[in-house]
């Protein structure tokens, strides 16, 4: 098992780039299923949720939207309690099928202050896909429709997670040792 630093602290390696690309083409095959003969608009939440939005859309075989919101709660290792809308959405979603995608769903709050925003735009559905879950650490009540694993209440950072904006880049998913 590797570890690595990441500024000032110290991961070990927990997903590695084969199982995430595994579980990704499962999850594309499972959307490709629901989704058949709809075309519906993902919005990938910035910036952490990049690299699995773009894999995941790789995936797809059915015509599918994609767009980007940036959401931010986490300053460091922890979340500041305060969810920052920096870049918002445009997309008009009346009447279309909405995907929320997310590189991990923590506590819960971002998703628990974004979800009503755009449910008054009164999609046909909204759904998550989710890399990560973890599911213990959640305090809202939020259900991902699609989970690409669930995860201790770790700290983890790589394949677009971040520790103080760094460690985007790891092919891998590493957790804190």
Not at 2 to 12: C, G, L, N, S, Y
Not at 91 to 107: P, R
Not at 121 to 145: F, G, V, W
Request: hydrophobic share 40%; aromatic share 10%.
């Amino acid at each position: 098992m590797a570890v690595i630093t990441v500024k000032d602290k110290q991961f070990e390696t927990y997903l590695s780039d084969e199982m995430i690309q595994s579980r990704i083409r499962e999850l594309a095959a499972e959307i490709n299923r629901d989704y058949a003969g709809t075309k519906p608009l993902f919005i990938a939440i910035l910036n952490g949720s990049f690299m699995f939005a773009a894999d995941l859309f790789k995936n797809l075989d059915i015509e599918a939207e994609i767009c980007f919101i940036k959401l931010a709660s986490y300053k460091g290792m922890k979340s500041t309690g305060k969810v920052v809308t920096s870049i918002g959405l445009e997309e008009d979603l009346f009447g279309k099928d909405v995907i929320i995608v997310e590189d991990i769903v923590d506590t819960g709050k971002t998703l628990h202050h974004f979800l009503p925003k755009l449910k008054h735009q009164q999609p046909r559905s909204l759904k998550i896909a989710t890399l990560l879950h973890k599911k213990e650490a959640t305090q809202y009540p939020l259900h991902p429709d699609y989970t690409g694993f669930e995860i201790p209440n770790k700290f983890v950072v790589g394949y677009g997670l971040d520790y103080d904006g760094l460690g985007r880049n790891l092919k891998e998913i590493y957790q804190l040792v």
